[in-house]
């Protein structure tokens, strides 16, 4: 794919059709959408009893296609950690790059704009490995008109590149080394999160993540990711609609950002380096009582992950 066309968005729907409205209603609010290809993926039913609610998203889908849309239906279910990966390579193989949302996300106009000049400035740059349309809501970062890179990647709303996706490591190589290396494990648990025992149960069996395992990608290859200063996209899936744990009052504790039709396009940054002080006020926010509840509540809903 040249530099300047549009990615191919890869949007995840699985038995929500309320939280898929939004979705879609929310990137049609992007220019870019209707000149984008757009692959909505929808996942097969785990037990007959969620069989209504898949066909469901996908006669909502159909009902909304339009000549740049291809609506991808699976016939059994696959799961979201093995229909990401699958779909990010697919599309990666064919375009070179893929934006990536799932149908909990509710993004900003600008964020396929943020997103596609990511994907475009940074393209050659092999430090890089993605573009993120969220952020956590960092103090620090509030006034800032620019983006920033960090030591950290996403499952909310990004972007990545053939490059870059063709070092994931679906077996994790090495995650051993976090046991005995306490040194190494702080630097993967960013700001003492709990990312080396997601990792752990990922690898016992105990969990089915794409993300954790990504993230160990980029980790060993010393990667870094953009990140806007403010977030682009907001998760509405922390309700008792969410398939994975009833969530209704973790809503309350999610990340607090602000009104995404508000959010001004953001500078990207001139150059792909990592700022310290960027990365100490990310550990100090995270460190406050609502980033640990928050955090405590994300790991939670990961373990008992289970479409």
């Not at 040194?183 to 999160?193: I, P, S």
Request: contains cysteine; hydrophobic residues 40%.
């Amino acid at each position: 794919m040249s530099e300047g066309s549009l990615a191919p968005i890869a949007v995840f729907a699985y038995r929500r059709t309320d939280h898929l409205t939004k979705t879609l209603d929310a990137l049609e609010r992007c220019a870019e959408f209707s000149r984008s290809p757009v692959f909505v993926f929808s996942d097969g039913a785990k037990s007959e009893s969620g069989a209504a609610d898949v066909a469901a998203v996908r006669a909502l889908v159909r009902a909304r296609l339009r000549p740049n849309m291809t609506l991808v239906e699976a016939p059994a279910n696959r799961g979201l950690a093995n229909s990401i990966s699958q779909a990010v390579t697919q599309l990666c193989d064919r375009y070179g790059r893929v934006i990536v949302i799932e149908d909990d996300l509710v993004v900003s106009p600008h964020a396929l704009a943020w997103l596609n000049g990511g994907l475009d400035r940074y393209r050659d740059d092999e430090r890089v490995f993605q573009i993120s349309a969220h952020q956590f809501d960092v103090p620090d970062f509030a006034a800032r008109k620019e983006g920033l890179f960090l030591h950290l990647t996403t499952s909310w709303g990004w972007a990545t590149w053939k490059r870059a996706w063709d070092r994931f490591d679906p077996n994790a190589e090495g995650w051993e080394k976090l046991k005995t290396d306490r040194a190494l494990r702080q630097r993967f648990d960013v700001g003492g999160q709990p990312y080396s025992e997601m990792l752990r149960r990922q690898m016992e069996g105990r969990l089915d993540s794409w993300a954790i395992r990504w993230w160990w990608s980029v980790f060993k290859a010393d990667g870094i990711c953009l990140f806007p200063p403010r977030s682009l996209v907001q998760n509405i899936g922390f309700d008792e609609t969410a398939t994975h744990y009833k969530l209704g009052r973790l809503r309350r504790i999610g990340p607090k950002s602000p009104d995404a039709n508000d959010l001004a396009m953001p500078d990207l940054p001139e150059n792909a380096l990592v700022a310290s002080s960027d990365e100490a006020a990310l550990y100090a926010a995270l460190a406050t009582r609502g980033g640990r509840r928050l955090w405590q509540a994300i790991v939670r809903l990961i373990n008992l992950i289970g479409r």
